[in-house]
């Protein structure tokens, strides 16, 4: 079946760190991929997304490449802000999976950058 | 314009009673999810909306729980005779329900607790 692992948390890093979130997936299809994020008090939004091999999603500095070969899509950021700190999560969604498009989640990784 | 909204934000209600949690969707978007996110779990698939008629129905976890949408657009959420393993953020989302490279809108969710 279809699934996503993520690296567990929290993640704890300094201003201007280089950050990397690991996510790798399974799929019996050929998914798109997304990372979202929920920052404090505020609902889930879409921070980047993927949806073929090799292409690069990229938003407020954060990118994620679709890796087929490794089946990952890691989320990178060069120099994390304070403004960074929240929760992210992997998702993908499975085209084999006919008309549904429901997301399958990883469990979420928290951030909590120090100033 | 306007996101997804949810009413209500929280609702506290004692085991065995029914609770209804709804959903306004962004207007135009044809499809509308229903996920589950207990504490420190990531989120769980519930129901999938296309248009009307639901697909997928397999994230429902038991007959206590259904949903219905209107008008291709409010959807209800009902759990009857809840139960405190019932607790969690019920998320609803939307999207335009053309792709699975859709982005999925979420509201803010409702935070349901079970004495």
């Known amino acids: 079946g279809n699934s996503v692992t993520q690296m567990e948390g929290p993640v704890t890093l300094s201003e201007e760190a280089f950050l990397t979130i690991n996510c790798t997936y399974t799929?019996?299809?050929?998914?798109?991929l997304f990372w979202y994020v929920q920052y404090p008090g505020e609902g889930l939004q879409l921070l980047l997304k993927?949806?073929?091999a090799d292409d690069k999603g990229s938003n407020k500095g954060f990118e994620a490449t679709y890796r087929k070969e490794t089946t990952s899509f890691h989320l990178e950021k060069g120099s994390v802000q304070v403004s960074d700190s929240a929760v992210y999560f992997c998702?993908?969604?499975?085209?084999?999976?006919?008309?549904?498009?429901?997301?399958?989640w990883g469990l979420g990784t928290s951030l909590a950058v120090n100033p | 314009g306007a996101g997804v909204s949810q009413s209500p934000s929280n609702k506290v209600t004692e085991k065995g009673k029914d609770v209804e949690l709804r959903c306004d969707p962004i207007?135009?978007?044809?499809?509308l999810y229903w996920y589950r996110q207990r504490l420190g779990q990531g989120l769980e698939f519930l129901i999938y909306?296309?248009?009307?008629?639901?697909?997928?129905k397999s994230g429902l976890p038991s007959d206590r729980f259904s949903a219905e949408r209107t008008g291709e657009s409010v959807s209800t959420l009902t759990i009857q005779r809840t139960q405190q393993e019932d607790s969690a953020v019920y998320l609803c989302?939307?999207?335009?329900?053309?792709?699975?490279?859709?982005?999925?809108?979420f509201g803010p969710g409702t935070r349901l607790t079970v004495l």
């Open positions: 989302a939307s999207s335009f329900g053309l792709a699975h490279t859709d982005t999925q809108y």
């Open positions: 207007s135009g978007h044809t499809a």
């Open positions: 909306f296309q248009g009307n008629s639901a697909p997928d």
């Open positions: 799929a019996t299809g050929y998914p798109s």
């Open positions: 993927a949806t073929k």
């Open positions: 998702a993908l969604s499975d085209r084999k999976a006919g008309n549904n498009r429901k997301l399958i």
